[in-house]
């Protein structure tokens, strides 16, 4: 423990004492609470500061990861889209769309073949192959090879 002196009568008193035994002067209220307030007010701030700093981080953290799932997720599947757009034009060239299953899919870049197995007018499932170009991802033509 420390020596301090009362600011009322400059008696050297122990820091731990409550109050100053000469004048009786109340030496722990008056000391340490400043101090306290000085020191627990900037804390406060520092530790709301802190807490909304870190929501505002957790906010952008989650928000990157989902635009980079997003992001992520369009070019990864880029053989995948292509299928799916050629599929679809076949679709729209076929006499029973809903009927229509494809196959054999060979991606090569500019040119994605597949087979086709659909119902013609008749009723009847037949085979075709169908050949889509691309220019990138962007479908240029969708042919059901008769
Ligand atoms: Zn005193």
Redesign the pocket.
Known sequence: MALIS?P??Q?SVSDLAPA?P??G?PLHFVAPDPSRMVSVGPEKKASTTGRTVGIGCLVIIGALIILGAIGSHTPENPRISRQVDCEMAIERQLKAPKTASFDDWSDMGTVVTGTVTSQNAFGAKLTKSVRCTFDGMTLQSAVVIE
């Open positions: 009362c009322d009568c008696e100053c000469k004048c002067r």
